[in-house]
């Protein structure tokens, strides 16, 4: 009897242990690559290229870009420690295989990066930005920018100039960057600096995106005080312009997205300066720049939406578990004169949570199933030892 009781613990371990490892290992690595493997680069469609380019001036290939939003890597105050290896897990997983498998040449993250960073001493934001190095690495063929969320540095009343720019110099990210590749032209702008008031922050920021409209104008041939410089353009092609804020709009009402925010907060109206840029500053943006594609982050769904009949506009979702249950981000192919997006979706933490759940239970039932004879020997023998 004690062997045959010894054999059964010794079999039902190591068969809980296989399959419990099993299951560990499909959902914490394999699923990542099976869910990402079913989204693909876009393919551009020749009817949508913009005709006022010339093509004739450019001959490269097109650039792949990568978006995320809203990582909120969480701080030593916030959050539970499981919680923090948890989501950091995912997003390095997620962040680590959309790599491997797209190969994008450029990645921009679209603010709150940080969950903490507005809150955090110089030695906790030095850890943050170890930790997301750490996790968002990239080979070195590929190009990775950042720019400021109402979380890395604050809103706009409780930015100061120390905050502001201890971001700038740790995560190399002023409020305005151009960064131009193959011809397309990202313009990233800090979104907590577009407030008008003639503030520290709000006055050079103006001062920057007023250039570059002028950079863009002078490769169109349309301004008259063009000099030669170092940031001479020598491709026209319309802007995509990025930023942490969507642009104004009533509310999330009109989005329709599968990421979209759920119904009972759908309709809450947003306050500008708050959930999104003000009017003022929205039309501002579009008029000195005509983008011809805005992606930006912070209210942590999806959405999709037209400005002045062909600017799209692409709200992407928090790139963590902890702030939505199906998280996702973009893909983009550009040319000077066309681009093409597609919407990837990472694993739902529920169907993981249900794998989980569901395999626990079956192990038993199947052990059980497997064993009960076995147990209703061991407890006869025992009960007639007696």
């Not at 309709?267 to 000195?288: G, H, M, N, T, V």
Request: aromatic share 14%.
């Amino acid at each position: 009897m004690y062997l045959l009781r010894k054999n059964f613990y010794y079999n039902f371990l190591f068969i809980f242990a296989i399959i419990s490892i099993s299951v560990l290992f499909f959902c914490e690595y394999v699923i990542y690559y099976i869910v990402l493997s079913q989204c693909n680069w876009p393919s551009l469609d020749p009817r949508k290229a913009d005709l006022s380019v010339d093509s004739s001036k450019f001959n490269e290939n097109p650039v792949r870009a990568m978006f995320i939003s809203d990582t909120h890597l969480l701080g030593p105050k916030r959050g539970h420690w499981f919680d923090k290896l948890r989501r950091e897990w995912q997003m390095y997983r997620a962040f680590q295989t959309a790599v491997t498998i797209y190969k994008p040449n450029i990645i921009f993250i679209l603010g709150d990066i940080f969950d903490e960073g507005d809150w955090s001493n110089d030695k906790e934001f030095d850890n943050y930005v170890s930790r997301f190095h750490s996790l968002f690495s990239v080979p070195d063929d590929v190009r990775l920018y950042t720019m400021a969320g109402n979380h890395d540095i604050g809103f706009h009343y409780a930015i100061t100039p120390y905050t502001n720019q201890r971001f700038v110099n740790k995560m190399k990210a002023p409020s305005v960057r151009r960064i131009s590749s193959n011809g397309n032209h990202f313009i990233l702008i800090n979104s907590m600096a577009l407030e008008g008031d003639g503030c520290f922050l709000c006055k050079s920021t103006e001062i920057a995106i007023n250039k570059i409209a002028e950079q863009l104008q002078c490769a169109k041939g349309k301004h008259n005080n063009c000099t030669k410089s170092k940031d001479k353009l020598s491709i026209y092609s319309r802007p995509i312009l990025l930023q942490h804020y969507p642009l104004y709009r009533v509310s999330d009402e009109i989005c329709n997205e599968p990421d979209e925010a759920p119904r009972e907060i759908k309709s809450l109206q947003f306050r500008e300066r708050w959930e999104c840029l003000s009017k003022e500053a929205s039309k501002q943006l579009l008029d000195i720049l005509n983008p011809r594609l805005v992606i930006d982050g912070h209210t942590h769904y999806g959405c999709r939406r037209i400005h002045k009949d062909d600017i799209l506009e692409f709200t992407i979702p928090s790139f963590s578990w902890r702030n939505i249950n199906n998280p996702s981000f973009l893909l983009g192919i550009f040319t000077p004169n066309n681009f093409s997006l597609s919407k990837c979706y990472m694993p739902v933490e529920s169907t993981v949570i249900l794998i989980y759940s569901t395999n626990i239970a079956g192990i038993f039932v199947y052990l059980i199933i497997k064993y009960i004879p076995k147990i209703i020997l061991i407890i006869f023998c025992k009960i007639k030892s007696r």
